[in-house]
């Protein structure tokens, strides 16, 4: 079964840091191009970032809210997906998505989503 | 304020057409192909529709086009389960990100 499964949601205070990860599995990881998105409560769907694989040098975009401050990578070994978030901001409280680009001009698999509280 | 932009709400009664719409601009839609997806309370989304075809068991009542800077994306032979929030995403090369509609909230009566 094609599955992603997101961890590592919390509660953090502003400025502090948080890793979330994502376990796939059912797909052939190591190929695949992975984003972020995420979704403030009662907000849309917001784009946090993507790595591309290996073959395309691993390379990374970031949304620029987010920019300087969050890390994503990967290791294919494992079929895990990360995202470091740190220098966290109350505007950063969001439920975190992994998913795939599905190559068609779009992305193609979700997880459940992880939730990120932000608060003092 | 959202990319691209999507009616707030859209309504109609089971059976009936429905077309949903996002607009962007040269630097997205009128470059790339746009994926559409569904989101019911609570849920994660769901992709219903990638630029070109349809995900595997996506029922074939709904479809997407593209003309010029906007997408749409249409359900035919509405049902109650297609009630949930849709949202639109395009490559925006001049910000090199993905970028996302606000979101419709379509209402089946």
């Known amino acids: 079964e094609v599955q992603l499964v997101e961890s590592g949601g919390g509660l953090v205070k502003p400025g502090g840091s948080l890793r979330l990860s994502c376990a796939a599995s059912g797909f052939t990881f190591s190929n695949a191009w992975m984003s972020w998105v995420r979704q403030a409560p009662g907000k849309g769907l917001e784009w946090v970032g993507r790595i591309k694989s290996k073959v395309e040098g691993v390379t990374t975009d970031y949304a620029a809210p987010v920019k300087g401050r969050f890390t994503i990578s990967r290791d294919d070994s494992k079929n895990m997906l990360y995202l470091q978030m740190n220098s966290l901001k109350t505007e950063d409280t969001a439920v975190y998505y992994c998913t795939t680009e599905s190559g068609d001009g779009a992305f193609d698999i979700w997880g459940q989503g992880t939730m990120v509280t932000v608060s003092s | 304020q959202s990319a691209l932009t999507q009616e707030a709400s859209v309504s109609g009664t089971v059976g009936q057409k429905v077309t949903l719409s996002c607009t962007g601009n040269?630097?997205?839609?009128?470059?790339?192909?746009v994926g559409w997806y569904q989101q019911n309370s609570h849920g994660a989304p769901k992709t219903v529709m990638f630029a070109n075809s349809l995900p595997s068991g996506i029922p074939d009542r709904f479809s997407g086009s593209k003309s010029g800077t906007t997408a749409s994306l249409t359900i035919s032979g509405l049902q109650p389960e297609d009630e949930a929030d849709y949202y639109c995403s395009t490559w925006d090369y001049s910000l090199s990100a993905w970028v996302f509609g606000g979101g419709t909230k379509l209402t089946v009566l």
């Open positions: 040269s630097n997205d839609i009128g470059n790339y192909g």
